[in-house]
């Protein structure tokens, strides 16, 4: 594993709507490195920026049109390396959004693969051989496109209608037009993909989170055809780029880790009960105090269990494809959450705006093709001044309108205010940079998560050091019993402290303690 990942915090950046300097309502690589220091002063060390490749921007930038350069609307490739290096300069480490799935229909490669005479992109893409004939019921394959050139057959998709499927083959071929995994058409893609990551690393990039990263190797219903194909990636940039890390976007760790990715997210899709902690009907951070731990616990076990502690499992506080924290929690109860994400291993991430609590937008019209997503995507709020200081193009010029209520959260009024979410999320991150034990290495033993009851209760070890975490985000005092009753040293609480007393540890409703023992 990069030795970096050892106690790295990411802030993933929406480039899009981050900052703009140029007056056209989109943000920019320009924008991006004016806020470098203010990343590192809430003490980010790495960031995840979401695809900034050419591309016509039907699902925002995860629909490539070329590979090999930046989106103009951010800037240059050179802006990009410059970027790379305002990164490095300040001791951190910025990873870019691969999307190796499928490309835009405007690809070169697709328009290539289009044309009825066979050229060196005609199996780029999964085409069946008749265009009556499609994909149903095939695993990993959502649709397919027809009719729009000469050549006779159906192209699969992966997602909208303008994203074809690029060929990684398919687990257990069962048509003439289906290739296996290890077939000559299907390595000559893979291949593809390895000089596009080996390009952007050459040019100073620190790895890569990979878009829907389960789903290359067509009809792989176990799964093991994608691990055997992310396994020859690791393989590669081991011996070429050791310091690259690879997160995926798999939601299942106990087949991604196994697949050689450094880190895998709990998502809000598949078996991980990440929606058990901060989005469901009763979130366990809720103060309502009507939440279930023990699921989400059991089953992050399960993963452990199953990976013997191999790569990071990493929680994040929101990303751009869910409803946001705020308006979900408030302000006070979000607090809890940052308390348990800088406390759990893996490396944590927060989402641009979630360090104060930005609300979720309701009812926004599809921009780019977020749809329901849109409202997560929202402008960064950084003062009170013109569209809270994003962009100085006009309102309706804006990538996205900004959240309109004039009590909307702000960098600026945070930043200078005792108490507030930012302030409390700084003095976490600092906290985890300064004590091993709740780096992202460090192992966690779950001493008190029960089924429908509070508090939870966990343990970070890192050689010498232990850390005792004990959160309560119910209304309600609760206590339990463990096997720990040393009170120990107190390094942070919030809402009062939690004791042991008699045996017993108490611990203050809505509070968060860490002690070391």
Not at 48 to 58: A, R, V, Y
Not at 239 to 265: C, N, R, T
Not at 309 to 335: A, T
């Amino acid at each position: 594993m990069p030795k970096w990942l050892k106690n790295a915090v990411f802030y993933e950046i929406y480039p899009q709507s981050f900052q703009d300097t140029n007056g056209d309502g989109i943000g920019d690589f320009q924008g991006i490195i004016d806020r470098l220091d203010y990343i590192k002063e809430l003490g980010c060390n790495a960031i995840w920026m979401n695809p900034c490749f050419d591309s016509p921007f039907t699902d925002a930038g995860y629909d490539v049109r070329d590979y090999y350069m930046a989106a103009p609307r951010y800037g240059t490739n050179e802006d990009l390396k410059r970027l790379f290096d305002e990164v490095h300069k300040r001791g951190m480490h910025l990873i870019l959004d691969l999307v190796p799935g499928h490309t835009s229909i405007d690809c070169k490669w697709f328009q290539e693969s289009m044309k009825a005479e066979e050229n060196v992109y005609s199996h780029r893409y999964i085409w069946s051989d008749s265009i009556w004939e499609g994909f149903e019921g095939i695993n990993n394959i959502t649709g397919s496109i027809r009719g729009i050139s000469d050549r006779n057959g159906s192209c699969a998709t992966n997602f909208f209608s303008t994203q074809p499927a690029l060929n990684y083959g398919f687990a257990k071929p069962s048509k003439p037009w289906q290739s296996a995994a290890d077939s000559q058409e299907a390595m000559a893609t893979r291949q593809a993909m390895k000089d596009i990551m080996a390009f952007w690393l050459g040019l100073g990039c620190d790895g890569f989170r990979v878009d829907m990263a389960a789903s290359l190797v067509k009809g792989d219903e176990d799964g093991k055809a994608n691990i055997a194909l992310w396994n020859d990636i690791r393989a590669f940039l081991d011996e070429q780029f050791p310091e690259a890390a690879i997160v995926s976007e798999w939601g299942q760790p106990d087949q991604s880790l196994k697949g050689g990715f450094h880190m895998d997210f709990l998502l809000h899709f598949g078996p991980s009960r990440y929606l058990d902690l901060f989005r469901t009907e009763h979130p366990y951070f809720s103060r309502e105090g009507k939440g279930n731990i023990k699921a989400f616990t059991d089953k992050y076990q399960e993963y452990v269990d199953s990976t013997n502690g191999k790569g990071l499992i990493c929680i994040p506080s929101s990303n751009h494809d869910m409803p946001r924290l705020g308006g979900l929690l408030d302000e006070e109860e979000i607090k809890l959450v940052f308390a348990f994400l800088m406390s759990m291993p893996g490396a944590p991430f927060v989402y641009y705006g979630d360090e104060i609590g930005m609300r979720y937008q309701k009812d926004l019209r599809s921009v780019e093709g977020g749809f329901d997503r849109t409202g997560t995507r929202t402008p960064m709020q950084w003062n009170s001044g013109v569209n809270a200081g994003f962009s100085s193009a006009a309102p309706e010029r804006l990538y996205i309108s900004i959240d309109p209520d004039p009590n909307r959260p702000t960098v600026e009024a945070q930043m200078h205010t005792e108490g507030s979410l930012w302030k409390e999320v700084q003095k976490l991150i600092v906290l985890r940079m300064e004590h091993p034990a709740l780096q992202s290495s460090a192992p966690v033993r779950f001493l008190y998560a029960q089924e429908h009851a509070y508090p939870f209760v966990y343990i970070r070890e890192q050689e010498e050091e232990k850390i005792l975490v004990l959160i309560n985000p119910s209304s309600k005092d609760a206590s339990c019993n463990i096997e720990i009753t040393d009170n120990g040293q107190v390094l942070y609480s919030n809402h009062g402290t939690a004791f042991c007393e008699n045996g017993t540890w108490n611990v203050p409703a809505e509070s968060a303690t860490f002690i070391r023992l």
